[in-house]
């Protein structure tokens, strides 16, 4: 059995204003493919401590968004290939029988 390894890599950005932090995470495949997914969170900056909540708020929410995107991503791509693969079977029992050849 072969053995084969991937490197996908995600990167989070955020955007900040004094009442809120807008976060935008990307998901690159090995593939070349890329997901995307964004999350907001409004900023508690007046209590003390708390600043750094929003972050990691608006960064879950992003990945949220990103793994939604992603699955359905993943639900079209079944749905396509089990759609070929239907519609290249055999529908009817005759059709599925194998052939022989009858010899007289």
Known sequence: ??????RWTLAIAFDE???R??????????A?????GTGLAHR???VPG???VAGYLAAGRALCDLTRGLLETVADDVDAAADRLSSAAP????????RVAIRE
Not at 32 to 36: I, L, N, T, Y
């Open 32 to 36: 070349g493919d890329e997901f995307a």
């Open 21 to 30: 932090t807008r976060a935008r995470a990307v998901l690159r495949t090995g």
């Open 44 to 46: 508690a900056a007046e």
């Open 91 to 98: 529908t009817s029992p005759a059709e599925r029988r194998p």
């Open 1 to 6: 059995m072969t053995e084969t390894s991937q």
């Open 50 to 52: 708390l600043a750094h």
């Open 17 to 19: 204003t004094a009442r």
